[in-house]
Nanobody
Framework: QVQLVESGGGLVQAGTSLRISCVHD????????MGWFRQAPGKAREFVAV????????HYAASVRGRFTISRDIAKKTVYLDMRHLEPEDTADYYC???????????????WGQGTQVTVSS
């Protein structure tokens, strides 16, 4: 079992940047990939980005590619999502996810965090 805890959400203005983080409490050897999904009010949850724990591979949703960057710190068991040029359409609850394997473009993680809210004002 892997527990995931997100942090760093908040209210920001459009055009600015924000970093959200997620730490896992499991054994590093048990985590093959970590990533992010988001769910906007009234919409289905959607994939944002995923990174292999070794860092060799990553994949982004088309809507965030070029604006968001996913990275990880193995020693800190943490994955980050750096979000730049934020738009009101990026407003959502952002969920951290983890799995034993990396897959792209379709990734179905088994572990989920509780979510952190990101609100972008216009």
């Amino acid at each position: 079992q892997v527990q995931l805890v997100e942090s760093g959400g908040g209210l920001v203005q459009a055009g600015t940047s924000l970093r959200i983080s997620c730490v896992h409490d499991g054994r590093t050897s048990g985590v093959g990939a970590m990533g992010w999904f988001r769910q906007a009010p009234g919409k289905a949850r959607e994939f944002v980005a995923v990174i292999s724990w070794r860092g060799y591979s990553s994949h982004y949703a088309a809507s965030v590619r070029g604006r968001f960057t996913i990275s990880r710190d193995i020693a800190k068991k943490t994955v980050y999502l750096d979000m730049r040029h934020l738009e009101p359409e990026d407003t959502a609850d952002y969920y951290c996810a983890a799995d034993t394997t990396y897959a792209a473009p379709a990734w179905s993680p088994q572990y989920w965090g509780q979510g952190t809210q990101v609100t972008v004002s216009s």
